[in-house]
């Protein structure tokens, strides 16, 4: 089914068929958990660390510190707490996304007044893609090594090979030190690192809401 009897299905379901196919894309937009989040976002209450009320949505403005074993971005190879990488190839002056791939890890946050753990377990993270290449630019080693990766992620990817010639990569990631805007309910948490003593070991976390998940994003901070 192509995306217009796609999007014309989801309308019916929804009772909304009298819609033009643009409004009702920009009303599904809006309707996207990503866009929820992003709205939440907007409306919550920004604090520093050391402000944080426990039992409350804050956001806070802060610099990323790995918690865990780092990931690997599939592209650059960065080490990250996140990461994006996408592929798409180009057709008649635009690139259309063929394949995309994501990966969280949980991370510190730290401010000048402290720190607090973003558990990532149910995250929606939006990173701006801050490696491109495009595949007709390239020399041959580099160009080797993104055709390597996309034969390492499996039979989807392996396809775009056939049209390695007009294919875009593009990657974004959190690295340690990045600046990140991160929204999420303000908790008291086991710390699983520390060692136990008499008293349980105890750290301050930013965790998904009741209805809802934590937000992450590189730009926000920037808006």
Not at 63 to 69: H, Q, S
Not at 147 to 176: F, M
Not at 186 to 208: E, F, G, Q
């Amino acid at each position: 089914m192509s995306g217009a009897g796609s999007l014309s299905v989801l309308l019916l379901s929804l009772g909304l068929s009298t819609l033009s196919v643009g409004s009702a894309r920009s009303l599904l937009e809006r309707l996207s958990p990503t866009m929820r989040a992003r709205r939440r976002a907007a409306r919550a209450h920004l604090t520093s660390i050391a402000q944080i009320a426990t039992g409350e949505v804050v956001k806070v403005v802060g610099r990323v510190a790995l918690a865990e074993a780092p990931l690997e971005a599939p592209f650059s190879g960065r080490p990250c707490a996140h990461f994006e990488a996408a592929v798409a190839t180009k057709q008649q002056e635009r690139h259309h996304r063929q394949a995309s791939t994501q990966a969280t890890r949980s991370f510190w946050l730290r401010d000048d007044s402290g720190r607090v753990f973003v558990d990532a377990s149910a995250a929606i993270v939006e990173v701006f893609h801050d490696h491109v290449w495009t595949s007709s630019e390239l020399d041959p080693e580099e160009r080797f090594g993104l055709e390597r990766a996309l034969y390492q992620n499996g039979p989807r990817w392996q396809r775009l090979l056939a049209r390695k010639d007009c294919l875009r990569y593009s990657e974004g990631a959190l690295v340690e030190d990045d600046v990140v805007t991160v929204v999420g309910l303000a908790t008291i948490t086991h710390d699983p690192t520390l060692a136990h003593y008499r008293d349980v070991p105890r750290r301050l976390s930013l965790v998904a809401p009741q209805r809802g998940r934590v937000y992450v994003s590189d730009a926000m901070h920037l808006e």
